[in-house]
């Protein structure tokens, strides 16, 4: 399960290494989307400053991170985002510490999310923004580094130019995070914290696998049964051997778990008033596309918004409503975001903010009673946080009950 230096490696279909003259004539440089139609050399001549003077360094100092050196900076990426010494420390933690401060409850007191990364790394790291043509993704911005010396833009402003003079491979590793999209991940710790202290019950159900997260939180509490739904098949075969792992570890009493690799607006469920607890962080339409060739992912079922909240969302509460017990809870994480390609069209309306936390909560109203919105801060949620609309890193955990 884990996910070990070789295998992050093996995705990677390096070049034969080039010289040095070679590399300097081939590098590009991509700001967003878009490779620029200037050389870094033009750049630095149009700005005429200490770029210039130290250019020849800075080359040097690129050739020796994408070429002679590569393995040891790729390395270093993977040691630093993803790798896991000890498996007991990231899958086995106490819930003790209290996240839930002055009327807000702190995701990320408490970041467990490694594991998570480690486990699903091709995927989270694959993740697009807004459209399926999206080339932003962390891992094809590490390939295109490697395979065809395309740098980021933000490594020839000052910034960025300072860093790799001083070869600072932490803070570049930083700036490729800050400006380079892949999946956010609800932390472990947060899940388990809100079953152990802030819900009741035994059972719950997750209409998405969160990653794993989910799972991984659950196995900290007193719970007994999880369920979750996903359409990421390798997601879904990490269910079992998470399962596997608890179940072996002698700290932890067994539990029932499973996972349904189906679309949840789509999931035939044979539990009938049987969870006490629906629990999860749906998607948020396009704000991240994880894989664009699975056709069960809900955008790429209902690519427009409305659609998509009536035959993805509504269909969804309507699967998991049956399976709560009466009196049961339908609990929800989620945040209004901005579309920043306009992919939502509005009529008569330029705006991009898409209000999704309340047209998804107000399809839950029509089958379930409103209680009450809690508010989660997550620091650093996304790197798209500033564009993410008015509550930046804040979201709403929406909750309903099954009542009549």
């Not at 179940?247 to 778990?257: A, G, M, Y």
């Amino acid at each position: 399960m884990i996910v070990s230096y070789t295998k992050f490696r093996s995705l990677f279909e390096l070049p034969d290494k080039i010289d040095y003259e070679e590399f300097k004539s081939k590098i590009k440089v991509k700001r967003n989307q878009k490779i620029m139609d200037y050389t870094p050399d033009e750049f630095f001549e149009a700005r005429n400053d200490f770029r210039l003077v130290q250019k020849e360094q800075y080359y040097r100092n690129l050739y020796e991170i994408c070429v002679t050196d590569r393995e040891t900076t790729l390395e270093m990426w993977f040691n630093s985002h993803i790798k896991i010494d000890n498996l007991s420390k990231h899958m086995n933690f106490s819930l003790s510490d209290n996240i839930l401060k002055d009327g807000v409850i702190h995701g990320r007191l408490q970041n467990k999310g490694r594991i998570v990364k480690n486990i699903n790394f091709d995927k989270i790291f694959a993740t697009k923004k807004y459209s399926s043509e999206d080339n932003m993704p962390i891992l094809n911005e590490l390939k295109c580094m490697f395979t065809d010396y395309i740098i980021n833009s933000n490594l020839i402003i000052p910034h960025g130019f300072k860093k790799v003079i001083s070869k600072d491979l932490s803070t570049i590793f930083a700036i490729m995070r800050g400006t380079r999209h892949r999946a956010s991940i609800f932390n472990p710790y947060t899940y388990g914290w809100l079953l152990q202290n802030y819900f009741e019950g035994e059972r719950v159900i997750a209409p998405t696998a969160g990653w794993n997260a989910y799972q991984i939180g659950f196995h900290q509490t007193d719970w007994k049964e999880f369920t979750c739904i996903d359409v990421i098949e390798s997601v879904i075969e990490n269910v079992s051997d998470i399962a596997d792992y608890y179940n072996t570890n002698p700290f932890t009493e067994n539990k029932i778990v499973s996972g349904h690799c189906c679309p949840s607006e789509k999931v035939l469920l044979e539990e009938k008033n049987y969870y006490d607890l629906s629990l999860c962080s749906p998607p948020y339409f396009n704000l991240e596309i994880y894989e664009t060739d699975n056709q069960n992912q809900s955008v790429n079922n209902f690519p427009q918004y409305n659609d998509w909240l009536e035959g993805y969302w509504n269909a969804t509460v309507e699967n998991i409503l049956p399976t709560l017990k009466s009196g049961g809870t339908f609990a929800f994480v989620i945040s209004n975001y901005k579309d920043v390609f306009s992919n939502v069209k509005k009529e008569n309306s330029n705006d991009s903010q898409i209000n999704i936390s309340e047209d998804m909560l107000n399809i839950c109203k029509r089958h379930m009673t409103y209680e009450k919105t809690e508010n989660i801060a997550w620091s650093g949620f996304s790197t798209l946080a500033g564009k993410m609309g008015t509550k930046g890193n804040v979201e709403d955990m929406h909750i309903l009950s099954k009542k009549f």
